[in-house]
């Protein structure tokens, strides 16, 4: 991990199209603003961790929820 020191009005640049500026300190707190391409997707750490968690779950097959599923539907075949 690389660890900088920076101030108010420093920026770090990431490859060739991303800035991440300092732009207040508050007590414990760092405001930060970052200027990235739009088609760039950035998350909060938490966020990230959430959504990969949802991932993961949703991944996750329950053979009794896909044995209900294939029930189901092989009801409906039956009945046309």
């Known amino acids: 991990?690389?660890?900088l020191t920076r101030k108010i009005g420093d920026g770090?640049?990431?490859g060739?199209?991303?800035l991440i500026k300092i732009v207040d300190v508050r007590g414990n707190?760092?405001?930060v603003g970052i200027e990235a391409p739009q088609d760039r997707k950035i998350y909060r750490m938490e966020v990230y961790e959430r959504i990969s968690a949802e991932n993961k779950s949703a991944s996750q097959w329950d053979m009794?929820?896909?044995d209900a599923l294939s029930d189901n539907l092989q009801t409906k075949?039956?009945?046309k």
């Open 1 to 3: 991990m690389l660890v």
């Open 12 to 14: 770090i640049l990431i």
């Open 16 to 18: 060739d199209d991303v």
């Open 29 to 31: 707190s760092v405001r």
């Open 64 to 66: 009794a929820d896909v």
């Open 77 to 79: 075949v039956n009945k």
